[in-house]
């Protein structure tokens, strides 16, 4: 077999695939930083149980609920309290909303918490939205199984979109220390 009878193939199917993987920060670095000084965030949310693959749509109701309520929603926050590799998936538990001003006020089903300053290790990714958490996660466990350690709960993800549409945000998993 000829190299050139797979030059089409490559050009066609995999070199696109590889750009677009590239593009969404598929190959972008985790960087983890341990002794983080993070917060305090005031945050407005709704209580999840259940699979955390409808996170987005729980986290579209909050935008919808703040935006009624001329309440210009922050970035995104996922306090998540359940390690998905432990925990059945109908019995997950996670918050899920947005930043907001200090001093904010909103109406149920939508609910206000604050998260003091704390130390946390972090790790920052930027990456898809879709993507950014298991690759934050995935360095998160390699450090921590490098240190004799796991995953520990509950994690706060912060992400930040970017200012282009050509570009991906940011996502910070903060983890107690």
């Known amino acids: 077999m000829s190299f050139k009878r797979f030059i089409p ?3 066609a199917f995999v070199l696109p695939l590889l750009a677009v993987y590239a593009w969404w920060g598929g190959f972008n670095r985790v960087e983890i930083s341990p002794g983080q000084m993070r917060g305090p965030y005031t945050y407005a ?3 999840h149980v259940g699979d955390y693959a ?3 749509d729980q986290q579209a109701k909050v935008e919808k609920a703040l935006l009624a309520e001329h309440i210009q929603p922050g ?10 590799d432990m925990v059945k998936v ?3 538990r996670a918050r899920v909303g947005y930043l ?10 939508v609910l206000l918490d604050r998260i003091p300053a ?3 290790l972090v790790a920052r990714v930027r990456s898809a939205v879709l993507m950014a ?3 934050a996660y995935q360095a998160l466990d390699g450090y921590l199984q490098g240190r004799g350690q796991g995953i520990r709960m509950p994690t706060v993800e912060i992400y930040e979109p970017a200012n282009s549409v050509l570009a991906m945000g940011t996502l910070t998993v903060e983890m107690p220390e």
Do not use: M, Q
């Open 90 to 92: 109908g019995e997950r």
């Open 54 to 56: 409808k996170l987005p």
């Open 9 to 11: 193939f490559l050009v």
């Open 133 to 135: 958490p298991s690759k």
């Open 100 to 109: 907001v001003p200090e001093g904010s006020k909103v109406r149920d089903p």
């Open 75 to 84: 970035h995104a926050i996922t306090v998540l309290y359940s390690n998905p």
């Open 45 to 47: 949310y709704v209580e």
């Open 118 to 120: 704390r130390s946390v």
